[in-house]
């Protein structure tokens, strides 16, 4: 099947139309507001680079092409529509690998191409195709673990083993060293394969020693690492658009692993080498924060009561947590909003930057259900509210609402900013029991003598409490 070429320069314009685009879209994306329309605008820039390449390029097989544009957009429209809102972490996190596995396999067939001819690569574009398929691979990999994680497949929490680093570093020297040798010409096919493997393996045991609860900051720096892999890509091949998208997402993932490891106050490298979630040791923080809560005792609340609350409250916060997404009770949660607002009650809800399993996980949750943009806040904005709060209401949450963080220096969130829940005038909490969150330790909000316990399933007792609230 014949397709006529574009011309050099009608190929260029549509390249920064379409550069345009996903700056633009990327802008979009800071509000909740603008977001759809961002995704749908970066979209259209993408399908533009996706048909000028086609155009541009000696295709061999178009129809083959087709065939994969067919299957792969069958897979994102089901996987978009059926995949739980529980499972988005997940679906990213292979979205993500699937983006640095293409850019691992495309760097390996361009190397293969260019060795066909001549056993020495072009200096810049040997170290384009390296830092290509190294980070690549290692978002691959890497994205499958976390997805294992996050899906239960596997166990969430961090998996260490004696010299683990010192094997991770000596895997991570042979890569290097086979890096220079190809670059340097004196390593062949063969040799990249290895290389390649390396690189696969690294990315498996880099993200094994991460617990699950760290998994939101884990799928961000993947994303980044995919965002330089398909920038480094674009290099080998020249080709712009790819080299302008890759940045942009590099950069953007980037700074929002910085983000959240701020609102974790924890330092990037505590993430990756920390072994956080690997439980904590008996008289460190864990142990000697559950021998002090022994001798206490949680106070449990009636949904009746619970409801006759809220019911009567000036301002009630809401915060969202995973357990929340598992219940799937945000459409639950904003019709009893509606409900209290109907009777004069103010609804805000407060959201931590590390709550659920993914980079903004609580506001996809909650924008499901259409609940208002205006009535979501984060941390800096509400904190200074609870004070004045009638309820805050804490539905799934655990460690972004412990005290802990403030008060004691040998817990492992010991710094961690947190919402202050403990300063409302009542605090009702949404749990299934009494199990701790993925830090592994005790959470003393649950003594606190302002605190009401409603246990059950979230969605069930929001379900109560709408019922209720009817009928008052």
């Known amino acids: 099947m014949h397709v006529p070429a574009l011309s050099p320069t009608a190929i260029r314009v549509a390249y920064i139309v379409a550069s345009v685009l996903f700056i633009f879209g990327i802008k979009q994306l800071s509000s909740p507001k603008t977001a759809r329309n961002g995704n749908l605008i970066a979209a259209v820039g993408m399908l533009i680079a996706l048909v000028v390449t086609l155009l541009d390029r000696q295709i061999l097989s178009y129809g083959l092409i087709f065939v994969g544009l067919v299957i792969g957009a069958g897979i994102g429209a089901v996987a978009a529509r059926r995949v739980a809102m529980t499972a988005m972490p997940q679906m990213v996190a292979l979205f993500n690998g699937s983006g640095g596995g293409a850019a691992a396999l495309v760097s390996t067939l361009e190397y293969m191409h260019l060795t066909r001819t001549s056993p020495h690569v072009p200096t810049d574009q040997g170290v384009s ?69 390396l690189c696969l393996a690294l990315g498996v045991l880099a993200v094994i020693p991460i617990g699950g609860g760290d998994m939101p900051v884990v799928i961000s720096l993947l994303n980044s690492f995919t965002g330089l892999a398909t920038a480094a890509t674009g290099f080998a091949l020249h080709n712009v658009v790819l080299i302008i998208s890759g940045t942009l997402v590099g950069a953007s993932g980037t700074l929002l692993t910085i983000l959240m490891c701020k609102a974790m106050n924890r330092p990037i ?14 008289g460190k923080g864990g142990g000697d924060r559950a021998a002090a809560m022994a001798g206490k005792t949680v106070r449990e609340v009636s949904v009746e009561d619970a409801a006759t609350i809220l019911s009567y409250s000036k301002l009630v916060i809401v915060i969202p947590g995973y357990g929340l997404a598992v219940a799937q009770a945000q459409h639950t949660i904003r019709e009893l909003a509606d409900l209290l607002k109907a009777k004069g009650v103010t609804v805000k809800y407060a ?122």
Request: hydrophobic share 50%.
């Open 129 to 197: 195709i390296i830092v290509g398929a190294l980070i690549g691979a290692i978002s691959f990999t890497g994205s499958i673990i976390a997805w294992g994680k996050l899906q239960g497949v596997m166990t969430e929490k961090a998996l260490t083993y004696p010299g683990q680093k010192i094997v991770n570093g000596i895997l991570m020297l042979a890569i290097l060293s086979l890096a220079i040798m190809i670059v340097g010409g004196s390593a062949g096919p063969q040799l990249f394969v290895v290389f390649l493997c």
């Open 269 to 282: 490298t505590n993430v990756l080498f920390g072994a956080f979630g690997a439980g904590a040791p008996a």
């Open 351 to 472: 959201i931590h930057p590390v709550a659920g399993r993914m980079p903004g996980h609580m506001n996809v949750l909650l924008a499901e259900a259409n609940v208002p943009y205006e009535e979501l806040y984060d941390l800096d904005q509400i904190n200074s509210e609870f004070e004045r709060a009638d309820v805050a209401m804490v539905v799934g949450a655990n460690d972004v609402v412990n005290p802990a963080a403030r008060t004691d220096t040998s817990s492992p969130i010991y710094g961690m900013p947190i919402l202050d829940a403990d300063k409302a005038q009542h605090i009702l909490i949404l749990k299934r029991s009494m199990k701790p969150g993925f830090a592994g330790i005790e959470n003393e909000l649950f003594y606190d003598p302002k605190t009401m316990m409603l246990f059950g399933d979230a969605k069930s007792s929001i379900s109560k409490l709408v019922a209720t609230v009817k009928s008052m």
